[in-house]
């Protein structure tokens, strides 16, 4: 049984910093990876991370945020750094093999 699990979302000021959480369970998986999608607005990826630790990034994200993953934990974090309010979003894990998994989102709210 294939499961995912987000955590560490929440509320934080402008500028400051939060990390998000993926536990993975069920298999081991080529890719993972954040999506987020806000009120009104399409999903949009945020940041991607291969087998072989090859990251991918939004445009909007990049230099800011930053995707790692722990292979023999299966586990992926996603550091947010310098958030700004146009962040604010529900965040969602996936995870990747034959067919793409999700998580069942977690809400960043970025506002003072």
């Known amino acids: 049984q294939v499961q995912l699990v987000e955590s560490g979302g929440g509320l934080v000021q402008p500028g400051g910093s939060l990390t998000l959480s993926c536990a993975a369970s069920?298999?081991?998986?080529?890719?993972m990876g954040w999506y987020r999608q806000a009120p009104g607005k399409q999903r949009e990826l945020v940041a991607s991370i291969s087998g072989g630790d090859t990251t991918n990034y939004g445009d909007s994200v990049k230099g800011r945020f930053s995707v790692s993953r722990d292979t023999a934990k299966n586990t992926m974090s996603l550091l947010m750094n310098n958030l700004i309010p146009e962040d604010t979003a529900v965040y969602y894990c996936?995870?990747?093999?034959?067919?793409?998994?999700w998580g069942q989102g977690t809400q960043v709210t970025v506002a003072s």
């Open positions: 996936y995870a990747e093999w034959v067919t793409r998994y």
């Open positions: 069920g298999r081991i998986f080529a890719a």
